[in-house]
């Protein structure tokens, strides 16, 4: 919301929005970055932290992850 009215003009001037979110602070044991690239080092950890029941061997992770945001998906592989 902040973004929105920022970018009407809508704040008076010399007003400044910050905003933190620290959601993936749980998950970050299991990542690390090096090389400017962001790697998964346990999979699994990541879906029992999440709280996800599932056979590993039937669903794929995809996570997308940049210096300000961490998305992961979970992806079923169609085997029949």
């Known amino acids: ?3 929105r009215l ?5 704040f008076a ?3 400044f929005v910050t905003a933190y ?5 749980y998950l970050e044991q299991y990542f ?3 090389n400017n690239d962001l ?10 932290a999440i709280n996800v029941v599932c056979n590993l061997e039937e ?10 945001s961490l998305k992961g998906v979970l992806l079923h592989n169609n085997l029949s």
């Open 1 to 3: 919301m902040a973004s």
């Open 13 to 15: 001037p010399r007003t």
């Open 39 to 48: 790697h998964c080092v346990d999979i699994e950890g990541v879906i029992i």
């Open 6 to 10: 920022n970018e009407n003009n809508l």
């Open 59 to 68: 669903w794929g992770l995809l996570i997308d992850a940049s210096t300000r």
């Open 21 to 25: 979110r620290y959601r993936q602070e």
């Open 32 to 34: 690390i970055f090096e």
